[in-house]
């Protein structure tokens, strides 16, 4: 099993920055990507930003220019800045990453939550 640890979040006001770290370990033969996800209150949870091994990154449109995704692939980690925050961006960060727990088993893992909460 890959373990999925958040930090970071919190309350901010509308136009700050708030930064949050992921780290993943337990049984990783190999990470494919590693992203993060949010899902607002009443919504469905959707990709904000990931990132895979090679260093190829998608962003959501919403966040384009203002979000910043990186990653630390010595360990394990994957990282998400974020600037000119709005209360749009209120919801529940997941971090996410799909990977390999053996040289066959794969699976898409997830974190807890952390919790950003914009105030206008």
């Known amino acids: 099993q890959v373990r999925l640890v958040e930090s970071g979040g919190g309350l901010v006001q509308a136009g700050g920055s708030l930064s949050l770290s992921c780290v993943a370990s337990g049984s990783i033969f190999r990470i494919i990507s590693m992203g993060w996800y949010r899902q607002a209150p009443g919504k469905h949870r959707e990709l904000v930003a990931d990132i895979n091994a090679g260093g190829a990154i998608n962003y959501a449109d919403s966040v384009k220019g203002r979000f910043t995704i990186s990653r630390d692939n010595a360990n394990n980690a994957v990282y998400l800045q974020m600037n000119s925050l709005n209360p749009d961006d209120t919801g529940i960060f997941y971090c996410?990453?799909?990977?390999?727990?053996?040289?066959?088993?794969?699976?898409?893992?997830w974190g807890q939550g952390t919790q950003v909460t914009v105030s206008s």
């Open positions: 996410n990453s799909r990977a390999y727990s053996t040289v066959r088993d794969w699976g898409d893992y």
